[in-house]
C-alpha cells in the first residue's frame, strides 16, 4: 500500500492528498448533508461507482451552485471533473480538489406529462 493511499484507507471521504495532480470524471448520483463538528452541515456528493463521496466546501458550492443552482437536490445525474490542485492555504501549498461541471443533469420534466382525464 502506497504512502498516497494510506490517507483514504477506511475513509468514506475523498481526500485532496489522493487526488493529487489527477482529474477524474464523475456523475454524482446524491446529495447529503452531513454535520461536522464544529463546522455544522456540509453538503456531501456521492458519485455513480464510487465508494467515497466529496464534502463539498464554499468554493465548489459556488460553482456548483452557478451551474446546477442552489437547490442541492437538483444536481444529481450532473457530470463533474474532479481536480487535484495545490491552493495557498495560510501561507503553504495545500492540496485541493477543485470542480469543473461538464454536463447539467438531463431534465426529468421532458416527458410529457402524465393525463388520465380522457377529456382534456
Known amino acids: 500500500m ?3 493511499e494510506h490517507y483514504a484507507y477506511g475513509s468514506r471521504f475523498l481526500r485532496a492528498e489522493v487526488m493529487a495532480g ?12 452531513v454535520e461536522f ?11 455513480r461507482d464510487k465508494k467515497r463521496g466529496l464534502v463539498v466546501n464554499n468554493t465548489n458550492f459556488d460553482i456548483l451552485a452557478a451551474a ?4 442541492t437536490e437538483d444536481w444529481p ?3 463533474i471533473n474532479l481536480r487535484g490542485i495545490k ?4 501561507g503553504k501549498s495545500t492540496d ?3 470542480i469543473e461541471v461538464l454536463q447539467k443533469p438531463a431534465k426529468q420534466e421532458e416527458q410529457p406529462p402524465f393525463n388520465d ?3 382534456v
Open 2 to 4: 502506497g504512502s498516497k
Open 22 to 33: 489527477k482529474t477524474a470524471t464523475v456523475v454524482i448520483e446524491a446529495v447529503e448533508d
Open 37 to 47: 463538528d464544529g463546522q455544522g452541515i456540509k453538503p456531501v456528493l456521492h458519485f
Open 68 to 71: 446546477l443552482g442552489s437547490r
Open 77 to 79: 445525474g450532473a457530470t
Open 87 to 90: 491552493v495557498p492555504f495560510k
Open 96 to 98: 485541493s480538489i477543485t
Open 117 to 119: 382525464d380522457p377529456d
